[in-house]
């Protein structure tokens, strides 16, 4: 299992363009699929992996890792995450100038791939594990505020959490 | 984080501003998180490999003890009922924060009916089936890529 946790992490690293939220939904529909973890504990995870300093997709590979096979574990589960893209900027200084690419043309391209799997997210976040009118309200209040407001996301973060506890502790 | 690294490289003269927006617009373009990625380049550009390594390995090490104790502390609550009600609030609210994502990326591309279909055929085929990743990856960025070309010549 540890192995197929490693597999995971070292293929999404790959097509980890545009910030980490291309990969969270494709790597939430892996990891529960192989049985590494519930849908609960992912959703712990994500939480917990967001609200710790560091690039999210980082945090969740290092708490993936350290939670199911202690300190070696996350050390082991964090390189692999990062091989990718160490992988290919070798390739890159190794190539160098051989390599012709249009670049407006390959970021436009890759805006393209991040938009669809940025949206696989939300709708693998969002579908199976929203159950009741408060997280929707949450996440639809959030999204206005930065928007609309530009409040910094991580207080918006930290107050939707003690509205949860509220919530769900309290009723 | 990409600002605070850039003022602190321009502060002790690394390297000039134009070297770290080129860096930092291959970090955006290749795989990785962009802080990782810009740190290694900058690193390289500064020092050679050497100076690579300990930057990445610079920016990862903290967060890494910052996730190993996080999970520590939290260990013993996990079963509280206020933790894991905090806890799903903060998911609640990730959720909009990816909802900002999508809504930036979606302002800044030029709509078509023809990225319009691409884009919603990945999601479809991604949804119904994400160990097609690599088929749907391969296949909209070559897409976009060669409509891309196409445009620019007519």
Redesign the interface.
């Known amino acids: 299992m540890f192995l197929s946790l490693l597999m995971i992490f070292f293929?999404?690293?790959?097509?980890?363009?545009?910030?980490?939220?291309a990969i969270?939904?494709?790597l939430r529909?892996?990891i529960i699929?192989k049985d590494i973890l519930s849908a609960e504990e992912f959703?712990?995870l994500?939480?917990?992996?967001?609200?710790?300093?560091?690039?999210v997709?980082?945090?969740l590979a290092?708490?993936t890792g350290?939670?199911y096979f202690g300190?070696l574990g996350?050390?082991m589960n964090?390189f692999v995450f990062?091989l990718?893209?160490?992988l290919?900027?070798s390739a890159?200084?190794l190539l160098a100038r051989r390599v012709r690419v249009?670049?407006?043309?390959?970021?436009?391209?890759?805006?393209?791939?991040?938009?669809?799997?940025?949206?696989?997210?939300?709708?693998?976040?969002?579908v199976p594990?929203?159950r009741d009118l408060?997280?929707?309200s949450?996440?639809?209040?959030?999204?206005l505020?930065?928007?609309k407001y530009k409040i910094h996301?991580l207080i918006?973060?930290?107050?939707?959490?003690?509205?949860?506890?509220?919530?769900?502790?309290l009723l | 984080?990409v600002p605070v690294m850039q003022w602190e490289a321009k502060r002790l003269g690394w390297l000039s501003e134009d070297e770290f927006y080129k860096d930092l617009?291959?970090a955006?373009?290749?795989?990785?998180?962009?802080?990782?990625?810009t740190a290694?380049?900058v690193g390289?550009r500064v020092a050679g490999f050497l100076g690579?390594l300990l930057a990445?390995l610079a920016i990862?090490v903290?967060?890494?003890f910052?996730?190993?104790t996080?999970?520590n502390l939290?260990k013993p609550f996990?079963g509280n009922?206020?933790?894991?009600?905090?806890?799903?609030?903060?998911?609640?609210?990730?959720?909009?924060?990816?909802?900002?994502?999508?809504?930036g990326?979606?302002k800044?591309?030029r709509w078509d009916i023809f990225?319009f279909g691409?884009?919603s055929a990945?999601?479809v085929l991604?949804?119904f089936n994400?160990?097609l990743?690599i088929v749907?990856?391969l296949g909209?960025?070559?897409i976009?890529?060669l409509k891309?070309?196409k445009m620019?010549c007519s």
């Open positions: 293929k999404v690293g790959f097509f980890a363009f545009g910030g980490g939220w969270v939904g494709i529909n892996e699929s959703t712990e994500l939480s917990v992996a967001q609200i710790t300093p560091g690039p997709a980082i945090n290092t708490y350290y939670k300190f996350a050390i964090t990062l990718a893209p160490l290919i900027i890159l200084f249009d670049k407006e043309r390959w970021s436009g391209a890759l805006t393209g791939i991040t938009t669809v799997m940025v949206t696989v997210t939300i709708y693998s976040l969002f594990n929203i408060l997280m929707v949450i996440a639809v209040g959030v999204f505020c930065i928007w996301p918006l973060i930290f107050l939707s959490g003690f509205i949860g506890a509220v919530f769900y502790g | 984080m617009s291959l955006q373009s290749i795989p990785g998180p962009i802080a990782f990625t290694v380049m390289k690579a990445g990862v903290p967060p890494f910052a996730i190993v996080v999970a939290i996990a009922i206020y933790v894991r009600g905090f806890l799903k609030g903060c998911y609640a609210a990730v959720i909009g924060l990816v909802f900002n994502v999508l809504y990326l979606l800044r591309q990225r691409i884009i990945g999601v991604l949804i994400s160990s990743l749907v990856f909209v960025v070559g976009l890529y891309g070309e620019r």
